[in-house]
């Protein structure tokens, strides 16, 4: 609506609607200046809008400058009534100003909220409204659901004749709820009385027609304008407005769908971007949309589906007295015909269209902190480029660009930054060469950013001063052996010195075998095949073989009196740092160039590491012969000592004999049932198939449960069922078929002698096998006579 020279625009904000009755308005009523409710902090940057290197979705950045974490976004789409406003503005070349409360008081200390753009008219959001206008307005109107009746009466209305005709209306049932007291803070008068400020101001530089784009909820206390007096006191509550830095950053659609964290809460972002920018009837071209994007996914849909969808979806609208088929007629068409009552597809289309993942564009004129032009510069040279939608990247770290991709993604992760996330490769390899990611751009990603600049100009600047100051502030063993992994996964070596450092202290004052096995199979790792990364990490190993050797003195103690959980704990670390021990020392340094290949598994043996391997073995026998004597306190529990024979058991320094000793007495009539079935749970994990291949433990192990006391079988029935349930499912249809068959202490029998070798057959094809191991062929003399 107009009024001396003002015309107070009121929109709902991310409203298609809104946007075109924007757009309308502006080209009929034709202002000499344009004010728009936002943080009158970016006035400086907003001429960017001008060229096209500025591609919505994109949001306005402010934060403290001594405390980036301390941030608002303003987010910006195509369909904002908003960004419509600004490309008018800059496209005709008027005056833009925004003219909301400043961000910088909203960073201060005190009860003041940062200031930022609300979800809807009257939403309960940052302004911590008690009550939904648009909801009380929709059930005047006889509406249950009213984001559809907003839909109705705006979004799917095309501008008419009179241009300030949505306005108008708007603006007398805003000022109806106002005029009841229905939804004021202070925080909202705070904010109108700064706007009203900004428009004296545009009086007083000579304007005199104003165009004013802002919520609709504001637009009757803008109507009526008190005395500058008024509002000047009314801000003089206002606590010191903090400094503050303000740019432009890239948006997505997915996170405009959010209401929570720096979302804007709208629900179908790409269906209202489809409906700004198609002209006419915008329901055939997305259903046809919809089909493309099934078809690309194997779903049989042809023409005929689309012509059906549309006209159930246009016979849907006039049944339930829609002036136009919205969103949940499409979907319900969708389902219908195209997805054939599927909703798995249709969740598909909801994901990839309704939604969406199209991710905005900056100008490299922004402002931004040396950081984010020093990662962007990286991004550019490394071709990796930041997409919205997930996707899955393999790098060879044998090649000079995938290595430095690679120490990239690791630097930002140390920073806080999880651009890339290691993902389970589809390419089936042991080597240390491979790596595999999920790369995924946030946009909150920019303030991480920010926050990290405080360590350094560069991402390899900043990432060594977080590892450092990360290292000078940890207190567990864990956290720094991780660290020093990061570290050489990095390739951060200016922080390893000082990281190294506090690990040394940090080890030599630590008592606790628990952290001293959580803390040494990540130093493991980072030796795994001498790193490929070729880092000299002498020190490294050193501190390894230290923690190992303190583990193997003080590990059977330590597990003496556990309860249950504290000893499934144990277990888990019992495990790592046997398969840490049998990768400490098996192969040293060695370059990238001698990396192993892709399907090469780790050396046995220990290259001179023997003594530490017979220490270990020597931890496990003596593990395994704690006992409990007089009460589950006086030895390590059954879970434990059954861990530590399946150990020595695979490891060759246990034979099968003596594990069969041990087993037969556990699950003797001396020993507690509920220690027993614990023994048995250690013994069994990873694995079953021993039971098959020696059939006398099966044996002894069915006599022992057949034999246990009804009381005392409900006991252990839970151990037991979550025992075999961890085995392979084959393993579980063979035990069960030889208790089935019985008798159980027996070997299998002898199998018929087999037929005779055909040495003629066999010579032929060994050929092909030598080629398939990539050995020269050798055929006996007698057998190559016969072949000629």
Known sequence: MTAAGVALLGIRHHGPGSARAVAAALAGWR?????????????????????????????????????????????????????????????????????????????????????????????????????DPLALLAEAAGHDDPERWWEDVVEHRAPGTDAMAPFAAVAEAMGALRAEGLGESRRDLLREAHMRRQIRAARRAGHRRIAVVCGAFHVPALETMPTDAHDRALLAGLPKKVRTDITWVPWTHRRLSQSTGYGAGVQSPGWYHHLFTTDGDPVPRWLTRAAELLRAEDHPVSSAHVIEAVRLAEALAVLRGRPLAGLTETLDAVRAVLCEGSDVALELVRDRLVIGDELGEVPDAAPAVPLQRDLVRLQRSLRLKPEAAP????????????????????????????????????????????????????PEFAVRIAEAAQWGTTVEEAATGKAVGTARAAGELAELTGLVETCLLAGLSGALPAVMRALADCAALATDVAHLA??????????????????DHGALAGAAAGLAERVCVGLPPACVGLDAESAAAMRGRLDEVHGAIGLLGSTGPQSADAAPPADAAPADGLNGQAGLADR???????????????????????????????????????????????????????????????????????????????????????????????????????????????????????????VAAGPLGELPAERAPARELDRARADAAVPAVALLLGVRPTIPRQAAGRNT
């Open 31 to 131: 202002p000499d200046a344009v004010l728009i409710e936002g943080p009158p902090e970016a006035d400086g940057i907003v001429h960017l809008a001008a060229g096209k290197d500025l591609v919505p979705p994109v949001a306005l950045l402010a934060h403290a400058v001594d405390d980036p974490a301390k941030a608002a976004f303003w987010p910006y789409a195509e369909f904002s009534p908003e960004w419509v406003a600004i490309r008018h503005a800059v496209e005709h070349d008027l005056p833009v100003r925004f003219i909301d409360l400043p961000a910088g008081y909203g960073f201060a200390p005190g009860p003041e909220e940062a200031p930022g753009p609300d979800d809807a008219p009257g939403s309960d959001g940052p302004g911590g409204r008690p009550a």
């Open 616 to 738: 270990w073995a020597a931890a496990l026998r003596s593990l395994a012969a704690r006992e409990p004597s007089g009460g589950p306190a006086t030895g390590a529990p059954g879970l434990l000592r059954g861990r530590a024979v399946r150990l020595l058991l695979d490891d060759g320094r246990l034979d099968s004999e003596e594990a069969g000793r041990r087993l037969r007495l556990v699950l003797s009539v001396a020993a507690a049932p509920a220690d027993a079935a614990g023994w048995v749970e250690g013994f069994l994990t990873g694995g079953g198939a021993l039971l098959l291949h020696d059939p006398r433990l099966l044996a002894l192990l069915d006599e022992w449960l057949t034999g246990v006391g009804g009381e005392v079988f409900t006991d252990v029935l839970p151990l037991l069922r979550r025992t075999f349930a961890g085995l392979e499912a084959g393993v579980r249809t063979t035990i069960g078929s030889r």
């Open 518 to 535: 959580g803390a040494l199979p990540a130093l493991v790792r980072a030796l795994r095949y001498g790193d490929v990364r070729g880092t």
């Open 391 to 442: 996707r899955d990247v393999d790098l060879d770290l044998r090649k000079e660009t995938d290595a430095a991709r690679s120490r990239l993604l690791h630097r930002l992760r140390l920073l806080g930054v999880h651009w890339g996330v290691p993902a389970r490769s589809s390419v089936n390899s042991t080597g240390t060469f491979r790596e595999s990611w999920r790369l995924c751009w946030q």
